[in-house]
């Protein structure tokens, strides 16, 4: 009787007596989802198919896979509005669960979207900007008001506004020995420690582009920003209206100038949300700015670390092209520092139409073509292009005095700077009261039919005016952006204003 009764049990148990190996381990394939707002997202992996509910954070295969299967995850169906993209979504399950796979979800703008910023006459630091609302870096809730610019490229955020302080100090981040990166909220902190130029105002011409003037940059000083390369995904607007795709993010930790030495990043100026049409440079600084930096660090490579607009990295409906609108801006006297003291309009719209556009009344406006070439850089679409942020065929007019010039229209600026090395004679400065004329195109036998004209009267703050004379530049501040609608579209490399 005991014989057949231990007979039976090894039946029962599939033969798992007389040394055989019993039932297999098997492992589990899950991952974490990242802003997903909306029903509608299925992922697969070969015949499996699951949901994933809007507001999820995380997700998880049934199957039980076993030690060495591959594994593949794939979107089956996109949420309604996002686009979802994953990674690390494929691989060999090695002795463990699998559970490193993320889902980030980006917003999709099916038409122009307008989202609320604050337009501030008075910053802490004197000066006017117009602020976007940045809410969310990663998953990590900030509350960040970084300076629009028309003139760079590419987010950079003050690296302690991001992260918490034991992360990191004046000289940099703390990075656990034999790591190169950090993971934090969603935001991996490479250690490629990269260097960009801010200006007294925090950004403008001098953030990225100011080393290539040298003494003709404008806006003041140069500022040495250095910080970590970040990717993250970005949402702003002041109700988190936008949520972008993964993008590169400069993290500021020290800053510098010849006169001041170095220091702690500024709140107020060293946060940018730089919507320009061109990219900004970022290289490393071995006693000199040494740019392209090489950013050896996964999801960027090779030198593909260059600073882009961050309205690149979200998803675009067919209709709708890259880029953006800002209609004239009303400057608040308000407190940015205070919550509740500033009143968020929708004056940066994102995206581009020609009804959008029209609508505006652009078409009865100026539209200048920028030089654009492709950008190669891994982590923009392969049809983008990145367009120069300079307007040509510019003349500038004081006392009746012309200079040719290049202009840039750059709302990160507060006053007026004008460039005259092009002019055998012109006014070292120009007296408050004094007219100028900025006029685009060239007025060929005084017919001034085919250019524009762009007029303003000398004065202070944000009519505040100087003439640089080793310049071949105008930087026209946003004292332009009061009175002015102004487009600029990344697909087809124009910039308009009406």
Same mark, same amino acid.
């Given at each position: 009787?005991?014989?057949?009764?231990a007979?039976?049990?090894?039946?029962?148990?599939?033969?798992?007596c007389g040394?055989?190996?019993?039932?297999?381990?098997?492992?589990?394939?899950?991952g974490?989802?990242?802003?997903?707002?909306?029903?509608?997202?299925?992922?697969?992996?070969?015949?499996?198919?699951?949901?994933?509910?809007?507001?999820?954070?995380?997700?998880?295969?049934?199957?039980?896979?076993?030690?060495?299967?591959?594994?593949?995850?794939?979107?089956?169906?996109?949420?309604?509005?996002?686009?979802?993209?994953i990674?690390?979504?494929?691989?060999?399950?090695?002795g463990?669960?699998?559970?490193?796979?993320?889902?980030a979800?980006?917003?999709?703008?099916?038409?122009?979207?307008?989202?609320?910023?604050?337009?501030?006459?008075?910053?802490?630091?004197?000066y006017?900007r117009?602020?976007?609302?940045?809410?969310?870096?990663g998953?990590?809730?900030?509350?960040?008001?970084?300076?629009?610019?028309?003139?760079?490229?590419?987010v950079?955020?003050?690296?302690?506004?991001?992260?918490?302080?034991?992360?990191?100090?004046?000289?940099?981040?703390d990075?656990?020995?034999?790591?190169?990166?950090?993971?934090y909220?969603?935001?991996?902190?490479?250690?490629?420690?990269?260097?960009?130029?801010?200006n007294?105002?925090?950004a403008?011409?001098?953030?990225?582009l100011?080393?290539?003037?040298?003494?003709?940059?404008t806006?003041?000083?140069l500022?040495r920003?250095?910080?970590?390369?970040?990717?993250?995904?970005?949402?702003?607007g002041?109700?988190?209206?936008?949520?972008?795709?993964v993008?590169p993010i400069?993290?500021?930790?020290q800053?510098?100038?010849s006169?001041?030495?170095t220091?702690?990043?500024?709140?107020?100026?060293?946060?940018?949300?730089?919507?320009?049409g061109t990219?900004?440079?970022?290289?490393?600084?071995?006693?000199?700015?040494?740019?392209?930096?090489?950013?050896?660090?996964?999801?960027g490579?090779?030198?593909?670390?260059d600073?882009?607009?961050?309205?690149?990295?979200?998803?675009?409906?067919?209709?709708?092209?890259?880029g953006?609108l800002?209609?004239?801006?009303?400057?608040?006297?308000?407190?940015i520092?205070?919550?509740?003291?500033? !009143?968020? *309009?929708?004056?940066? &719209?994102? /995206?581009?139409? =020609?009804? +959008? @556009?029209?609508a #505006?009344g652009?078409?009865?406006?100026?539209?200048?073509?920028?030089?654009?070439?492709?950008?190669?850089?891994?982590?923009?679409?392969?049809?983008?292009?990145?367009?120069?942020?300079y307007?040509?065929?510019?003349?500038?007019?004081?006392?009746?005095f012309?200079?040719?010039?290049a202009?840039?229209?750059?709302?990160?600026?507060?006053?007026?700077?004008?460039?005259?090395?092009?002019?055998?004679?012109?006014?070292?400065?120009?007296?408050?009261?004094?007219?100028?004329?900025?006029?685009?195109?060239?007025?060929?036998?005084?017919?001034?039919a085919? !250019?524009? *004209?762009y007029?303003? &009267?000398? /004065?202070?703050? =944000?009519? +505040? @005016?100087?003439? #640089?004379?080793?310049?071949?530049?105008?930087?026209?501040?946003?004292?332009?952006?009061?009175?002015?609608?102004?487009?600029?579209d990344?697909?087809?490399?124009?910039?308009?204003?009406?």
């Amino acid at each position: 009787m005991s014989i057949r009764i231990a007979l039976l049990a090894c039946i029962l148990t599939l033969f798992g007596c007389g040394g055989g190996n019993g039932s297999l381990t098997t492992y589990t394939v899950s991952g974490t989802v990242d802003h997903l707002l909306s029903p509608g997202l299925t992922l697969t992996n070969g015949a499996t198919t699951i949901a994933v509910t809007a507001g999820a954070t995380h997700f998880a295969f049934p199957d039980q896979l076993t030690n060495g299967a591959a594994y593949r995850i794939s979107v089956a169906s996109q949420p309604g509005g996002e686009n979802c993209v994953i990674s690390q979504g494929a691989g060999t399950v090695a002795g463990a669960n699998v559970g490193n796979i993320d889902v980030a979800c980006n917003t999709v703008i099916s038409s122009p979207t307008a989202v609320g910023i604050y337009p501030v006459a008075t910053a802490p630091d004197g000066y006017s900007r117009a602020y976007v609302p940045v809410t969310m870096v990663g998953n990590n809730p900030v509350s960040i008001n970084a300076t629009l610019d028309t003139v760079s490229a590419g987010v950079v955020l003050n690296a302690f506004d991001v992260v918490p302080p034991s992360m990191v100090n004046i000289n940099g981040f703390d990075f656990p020995a034999g790591q190169s990166t950090i993971t934090y909220n969603g935001i991996t902190v490479t250690n490629n420690v990269m260097t960009t130029y801010l200006n007294v105002q925090g950004a403008g011409i001098n953030f990225g582009l100011g080393t290539l003037f040298g003494a003709s940059s404008t806006n003041g000083p140069l500022i040495r920003a250095t910080g970590n390369l970040a990717y993250a995904q970005v949402t702003f607007g002041s109700a988190g209206d936008v949520t972008t795709a993964v993008l590169p993010i400069l993290l500021v930790y020290q800053v510098s100038t010849s006169a001041n030495g170095t220091a702690l990043p500024s709140t107020v100026a060293s946060n940018v949300f730089g919507v320009g049409g061109t990219y900004t440079p970022i290289g490393t600084l071995t006693g000199a700015f040494v740019y392209p930096g090489t950013c050896a660090t996964p999801p960027g490579s090779s030198n593909a670390c260059d600073l882009l607009s961050p309205l690149r990295s979200v998803s675009f409906a067919s209709n709708v092209d890259p880029g953006f609108l800002l209609a004239p801006l009303s400057l608040q006297n308000c407190q940015i520092g205070t919550p509740g003291s500033c !009143t968020a *309009v929708p004056s940066l &719209t994102v /995206g581009v139409s =020609d009804a +959008a @556009t029209q609508a #505006l009344g652009f078409a009865n406006g100026w539209t200048a073509g920028t030089a654009c070439a492709p950008l190669t850089l891994t982590y923009v679409p392969p049809a983008s292009y990145g367009c120069s942020s300079y307007v040509f065929q510019v003349t500038t007019f004081v006392d009746n005095f012309g200079a040719g010039t290049a202009a840039l229209l750059d709302t990160a600026s507060s006053g007026m700077t004008l460039g005259s090395a092009n002019a055998g004679a012109f006014p070292s400065t120009v007296a408050a009261g004094s007219q100028v004329t900025i006029q685009v195109g060239i007025a060929i036998h005084g017919n001034t039919a085919d !250019t524009y *004209v762009y007029q303003f &009267t000398a /004065g202070s703050g =944000d009519y +505040a @005016t100087t003439i #640089l004379p080793t310049s071949w530049i105008t930087d026209v501040g946003i004292g332009f952006f009061t009175t002015h609608r102004f487009y600029m579209d990344y697909k087809t490399g124009t910039a308009g204003w009406v």
